[in-house]
C-alpha cells in the first residue's frame, strides 16, 4: 500500500500509544490503590505505586479475621469490621451468573433454532426479542419487585435469575441464531432422511458445528449477568448479595468510602471478566452488534 | 399473671370507687404501677430476655436484623449477649446506609417477612408508618415497658408518630459546633474583636455572632478560614432549618401552611448565604468525611456535625484533638431574650416488621438493645454509628473517652432541648424541595426570597398529594412536642 | 398433517412433522424463552401501565391494585415537570455527545489498525481492556481519577502550571463531564472492534483499484469506505445509542444525578422518584411515556438491520 512518511507514522505511532495509556489508566489506578495503606488513598500530590504496598485491603476483603490481626499488630492499618462477606458476594454472583447464563443459552439456542429453521412467528418476531433490551430497566423494576414478591421471588437467587435470563434473552437468541445460519440446512435435511427427529437432527448435526459459538454466547451472557448492577440494587434487599453491591458496602462511619478496599474489590471481580472477555474476542464483535456484523 | 386480663376485667378488680373516667393515661399509668414489679427499669434487659426466652418456649427462632453498613459493632455485642440469655440467634442483614429506609418501604410492598427487625433512619418513620411495613408498638409497650423507660431518654420524638410508639431510638444525632479554643481564648484576637464588635470572643450564643466571628477570622491568605460548616445536599437545609428556627418560628403554622418562605425565613436565608463567603474552600463540595479531615487539620475556625465528628476529632487521626471548645447550636434573640435552639437530625430507631412472624420477641429485642445496660454497650463502639441517648451514657468511662468530657456536656443539653426533624409523610420530599431551593439561592441562581417561595408552593402541593388532614394532625403532634422551653417561644 | 405454523416451514422439515401435536414443535421449544420474557417483562410492563394511571405510593398503606386512578393527571404533570423535562432532555444529549464522540475515537483509530504491522495484535488487547472492565468498578475508578485531590487534577495543574483542585463531581456544571468520559472510555473499544471489524470485511477489489489508480487516501476513507461500512455504521450507532440512554451505573455511582438534579438522566430520574420519593404511579407513567418513545424510534430505525439481515 502506500508508504507513509515520517510524519505519519509518527502520529500513528502517538496515536495508538495514547490509546493505550488511556485505556490502561483508570485500572492500573484502581489495582494500584488496591495495594495503598490508607493514608496514601487520597494524598496529594496523588501517590502512582505505592511506596509501602500492602495487602491489607485484600484482607479485609477475603480474610477478615486476618485483616483484624494485622491491624491490631500495624500502627497505621486500616481496620475495619465487616460484617457481609466478599465470599458470600462472590459465590451469589456466581450462582445467579451461571443460573441465569445456564437458562439464557439453553432457551435461547432452542428459541433461534425455532426461528431460523421454522420461521417461528415470522420475520418479526426476534424483533420482540430486540424491544426487550431497548428497555429503560428502571422502567419496570418496581413492578418487577410487585410481581416477585407475589411469585414469593423477593430478594431471591432465582428471582434475579429469571430477571437476568429474560434481558439477556436477546443477545443469545440473536448471536445463536447467526452461528445457526451459517450451517447449511442441508445437512439437518439429509439427517432427517436417515430417520432422525428434528430436534436430533439438530443436536447431532448443526449443534456440534456450532458449539464454539455457543460456548462464546455463554461466556458474553456471563459477563453480562456478572457485570449487572441496577437489578441487583434495586431486586435486593440484603439476602443476596452481588460483587456489584458488595463494593458499597466497604464504608465505613470513621473514614466514610474504603477507597483501597473497594479498588481490592473491584480489582478482583473484574477478573473473571477479563479473562473470559480475551477467551471470547474473536465474537464479541458478533455478541455486541446482536450478530449483525461477523468477521 | 395478671396481664393476660383484659382492661375492663383489671379495671373492676383494681378500682377504688373513682367511677366513669378511664382517661388513657391514668390506666396507663396504673396497670403499668401494677406491672413495676415485674419491670424496671435497672433490670429491664434480664426480664425482657427472660421473657423472650419464655415465648420462644424451648423452639429455635431466629431474629433478622435489617441494619446500616457500618452499625455491625453496635449491634454484635449486643445480641451475643441476648443468644446467651435467650437461646435466641440474631442474623444480620446489612444494606448501604443510603438505601435502608427505602428497603424496609419496599417490605411493605412485597412483604416477603425477610426481616423482624430494622434500624431505619429517623425521620423516615411516618412514611413507614403510614405504608404499613411498622408494628404498633402501643400495646407491646403497654405490657412491657417500664415506667422510667423512656424517661431516662434525653430525645423520644421520632418514636412517636401521631402519638404511637413505634421505635425506639438508638442514636444521639443532636448537632454539636465545635471550635479552636486556642483562638477563641488568644488573648491578641478577643482584644481586636472586642475593640471591633464590643464583645469578647466566646462560644457563640447566636447565629449573629457566630457569622461576626467567622468573618472575624476568615484570613485565606494566611492560610486560616472562618468555618468548616457545609453547604452541600442535606447540611444546608439543616444549617438553614436552625437559623430559620432561631428567628423564633415553626415552619408551618397550625394548618400546615408554610411560613418558611416569612421575612424571618428570607433572612435567615440570607445570612446564610452571606456566611459562606467565610467558608473553606471546600464547603460547596465536601461529604462527612472530608470535613472530618478538614477541620482536623486545625486552620478553620469553627466546624457542625455530631458525635460522629468528635469522635474523628478526638482521634489520633486529627490534629485537634484535645484544642477544642464546644458549643450549641447558635440561637437568636427573639423578643428580647436568648432562643436556643439545637436540633436532632437524622438518628436511628429500631422498629419491627409486620411482616415479622414473631413481633412479640422482636420487641422485647428491641426493648433490650435499648435499656440502659445494653444501650451502653452499643454506643462505646468507635467505629459504630450510635451516639449516646441516654443518661447513663454519660456516666461511662469509656464513652468519656471516646468522645471527652467537655463534648459530652454539651451534647447531653443538645439532646435534651433538640428541637425535631421533619417528621411528616414525604420527608423526603419536603426536604428535598428544600434543599434544592437552597442550594440554588446559594450559588446565586436565584434571589432568596425567590427560593423560598418556590419551597412553600411545592411545599402546598405536596402537603395536599399526602392528605392536608392527615398531615396536619401529625404536624400538630410534632409541635406539642418542641422541647417545652422553645415550645412557647415558636410563632 | 403438520399444525399449521405461523408461516411457512421450511418444506423438507415439514415432511416429517406426521402426528398432530397439542402444541407445533416448533413453537414448543421457542415457549421457555418466550415464557421467561412474558413474565419477566410483559407482566411488569402491564402493571406499568396500570400504575401509570394511579398516583399510587407505598407510603399510601393500600395494595398497588387498589390504587385510585388519577387518569392522565400524571401525563400532564409530567409535561410540566421541569426536572424530568430536563432528564430527558439532558440524557439526549450524553446519547448524542458519547455515541458520536466514541465513533469518531473509534474510526480514528481503527484506520490506524488497517495494515499490519508488530504488535497489533496486542495493541488491540488492550486498547478493548476498559470494555472488559465491571462498569460499577470502573465507575469506582473514575471517582477516585476526580476527586478533586486525584490525579486528573494534578495532571492538569501540571499542564495548567498551577494548583488546580477543582471538585469536578460536585459543580452542576461539571459533574456530567467524569460521567461521559467514564461512558466514552468504557464503550469506545466496542466501537472500535465494530468499526474494525466492518473495515476489515470490506471488499479488498474497489480499495486496491482506488489505490492503484492514484487516489489519496482521504479520498479512499471517505468516498469508498465510508459509504461501504454504512451499515456497520448504523448498526454501531444504533446500538451504542440504545444503551447510552439507558445509563445508570456510572451516573448513580459518581454523583447519583447530583449535585441537586444536575446529572439526572432518565434512568436516575426514574430511580429517585421511585426509590427516594416513592412515587411509583408517576414514575410508572413517565417510564411508560419512554418506552413508547424508544419503541417507536426503534421499531421504525431497526427496518436497516432487517434489511441487512437478510
Redesign the interface.
Known sequence: ??EDNLWVRFL?RT??GL??V???F??F??VS?SFKPIDE??????V?ISSEPTLQNYRIVFAPKAAQEFAAKQKGAIS??V??SAWKAFGDSAVIAIGATI?SV???T??A???V???????SYP???????????????????????IL?L??SYLGLI??Y???T?PFS?WMIRSFIEEVP?EL??AA?IYGM???QAFLKVTFPLIRGGVLATALFVF?LN??E??FA??LT???VVT??LQ???Y???????L?GV??A???I??LP??LF??VI?RH??RG???G???? | MSYRHSRRSFLTQAALGTAALTVAPSLVMSTRAARAAKLSLENVHVDAARRAKELADGKPVTLTILEPSGSLGNIKPIAEQWKAATGIDIQYVEVPLDQINQKVLLEAVSKSGSFDIALPASFGIPDLVTSGILVNLDELAEKYEPEAYQKDYLYTIANYYKGSLYGYETDGDAYVMFYLKDWLDDPEENKKFSDKHGYKLKVPDTWEELDAMMAFFHRPERGRFGGALYRTQYFIAWEWWVRFHAKGHYPFDDNMTPQINNEAGVKALEELIAASKFLYPGARSNGLFENFEAFGQGDKFCNIGWGGTQKFLNSDKSKVRGKLAFGPMPGGIVKGTLLKTPYFNWGWNYVVSSASKQPEIAYLFTLYACSPAMSTIAVRDVDGYFDPFRKAHYKDPQIIQNYSEPFLAVHEAAMRDSIPDLYLRGQGEYFDVLRVNLQAADVGEKKPKEALDEVASKWDTITRRMGKQSQVVQWRFIKSNYPEGIRNRLA | MAEPVRSPPSPRLEMRMGHRRLIPFNVAIALPAQLTVLTVVLVPTAIVVWLSFTDWQPTQGIPWYQAEPVWFWNYYDLFHDARFVAAVLRTLLIVAVCVVVEFLLAMSLALLFLDDWPWRKIAISIIILPMMVVPVDAANAFFMLFNDRGPINYLISIIVGRQFEFAWLADPNWALLPIMLAEIWQWTPLMFLLVLTGLMNLPENQIRAAYVLGASRTRIVLRIMLPLLTPVIIIALLVRSVETFKIFDPVYILTRGGPGAATETISMFMYNGAFVYFRIGYIAAAALMILVVVAAICVNLSRPLKRHHR
Open positions: 500500500m502506500l500513528k496515536g495508538v490509546a493505550i488511556i485505556a490502561f483508570p485500572i489506578w484502581l490503590t488513598w487520597q494524598r496529594f500530590p496523588p502512582w475495619y469490621k460484617s457481609g437458562f439453553l432457551f435461547g432452542l428459541a433454532y425455532s426461528i429453521r421454522f420461521h417461528t412467528g415470522g420475520s424483533f420482540q426479542f430486540l424491544v426487550v433490551r431497548m428497555f429503560p430497566p428502571i422502567a419496570i423494576v418496581v413492578p418487577m419487585v410487585v410481581l416477585f414478591s414469593r423477593s430478594d429469571l430477571a435470563t429474560a434481558f434473552l437468541i440446512e439437518e435435511g432427517l427427529r428434528p430436534l459477563i456478572w457485570s448492577f441496577l440494587l434495586t434487599s440484603g439476602h460483587v456489584t463494593v458499597a458496602n464504608v465505613s462511619a470513621s473514614s466514610g468510602k477507597y473497594q479498588a474489590m473491584g480489582t471481580s473484574t471478566v477479563i472477555g480475551y474476542q464479541l464483535v455486541l452488534s446482536f449483525a456484523i461477523k468477521r
